[in-house]
């Protein structure tokens, strides 16, 4: 694992921020930390990028303990904070020639350095571009072209397509896959959880500074789903005793027809999706399809996140959190 939590504690004055929080991110993973507003996972972030101390328990970053030796983890995390700060009057160039002097490249080495990075993130034309003139996506691609100055394992990302259009979201999208088959382990803070689906293979869910759920997006899916959504197509003529059995069937919930189609929502596992379309068919029901559609991350977050104290509420996060 490139990094491991355990048991990890951390407070702001009276406010618990993290609770005995345990995580595992698997080298060569993109995993997304996803969570409600306070969760804990900006305080998360900044402990993986070694920039805040925890308060107990046990982290390792690249086998590194960070309150030892904060330089080394920093030489293997690439960062990229929710904000973009720059001095005025600065260009794209050589906003990344003095982050690369900070990292101690070379002198002769800077301006290929900083060209290859321009390049990777689609801003070569751009080089002699005042940053300040940059777009809001175009600002977010060159701090992610910071991030990799030094050529880090682990990339750390804290909501990365916050205030971006859509078009922008694409393409911040698009850059992260491209750097994820180069090799990069990635951890994305987000709130906004469609631009997680199709990118992450893992998720961690933080809420009220635990994590309550991690894995494979398919193993997080099939611990912790309750309700699935099913589409079952039935003979014209079935419709209606279809809706007599799963209105008798308390695991099912919300069926609604169209013509031959039948939705429904089913609270249980595949037994109990296995139990009700058995009935269906012994009832005499001519089922034709019976799909099972796959929980999509909002699913997912909002059951995993139910029957909380209300951080469910709000998605967006402070750099407190």
Known sequence: MIVEFASVEKRYGK????R????????????GLIGPNGAGKTTSILIMASLLDRDGGRVRIGGIDPAKDAMAVRRHVGYMPDFFGVYEGITTVEYLEFFAATQRIRASARPAVAADLLALVDLEDKAD???NTLSRGMKQRLSLARALIHDPALLV???PASGLDPRARVELRELIGELHRMGRT????SHILSELEGICSHLAVVDQGRIIAQGSVPEVRARM?????VTARVDDGSVERAESVLRARPEVSRIDTER????????????VSAS???????????VSEWRIEAAGLEDLFLQLTAGGNGSGGGMAEGAAS
């Open 225 to 229: 789903l309750l309700s699935r959504r």
């Open 260 to 271: 031959s189609l039948v939705r429904l929502e089913l609270d249980g596992g595949d037994d």
């Open 276 to 286: 009700v379309l058995g009935e269906l068919v012994a009832s005499g029901v001519a």
């Open 186 to 189: 990635i951890v994305i803070s």
């Open 20 to 31: 005995d929080a345990d995580l595992a991110v698997p080298e060569g993973s993109v995993l």
């Open 157 to 159: 990302l804290d909501e």
């Open 15 to 18: 406010v618990h921020a993290l």
């Open 129 to 131: 571009t005042d940053v």
